[in-house]
């Protein structure tokens, strides 16, 4: 499957316009976060890039494991399945949907920053997991994540 390519303005517009139909009511399709959870979760990737302090980076044996056999399914073009396994560092159980707005803002303001540093930024930066990626592997990475929880939240 092509995803959208998060680094073209048009393709995330449309993103954008997507996520602005969410709101704090609207109900998932399947799994059990509500919506500012889903949020959260998703600015995780991206905090992962623009606030790397905020998480450990994993060593040793995980960040192989990580790095070769997690990799190729994160970053490959075969969807998510609904109700997979999350990673622990993306676990945002806390989360109420009081802090809606604040997580949608944030989830906004991420995707703006992607598009505006463009491709070549990340090419020179290794991904809080996986080493460093290709223009296409760093799209897929944010697009098919995003999509998965659009889809998730009908929107």
Request: glycine residues 6%; charged residues 25%.
């Amino acid at each position: 499957m092509t995803y959208p390519d998060l680094f073209a303005k048009k393709e995330c517009e449309k993103a954008l316009a997507r996520i602005e139909n969410l709101t704090r009511e609207t109900q998932p399709e399947w799994g059990v976060m509500n919506a500012a959870q889903m949020l959260a979760h998703l600015n995780v990737a991206y905090e992962f890039v623009y606030d790397p302090g905020k998480h450990k980076r994993p060593t040793g044996l995980k960040k192989f494991f990580l790095k070769h056999l997690l990799k190729p399914f994160v970053v490959g073009p075969k969807a998510y399945k609904q109700n997979a396994k999350t990673a622990p560092e993306f676990k945002v159980a806390g989360e109420s949907n009081a802090e809606f707005d604040t997580e949608k803002t944030k989830l906004i303001d991420f995707i703006e920053q992607v598009q505006r540093d463009g491709v070549f930024k990340f090419l020179s930066v290794e991904s809080h997991s996986f080493g460093l990626l290709t223009e296409q592997e760093w799209n897929t990475l944010f697009s098919k994540h995003l999509e998965h929880h659009l889809v998730q939240f009908g929107v």
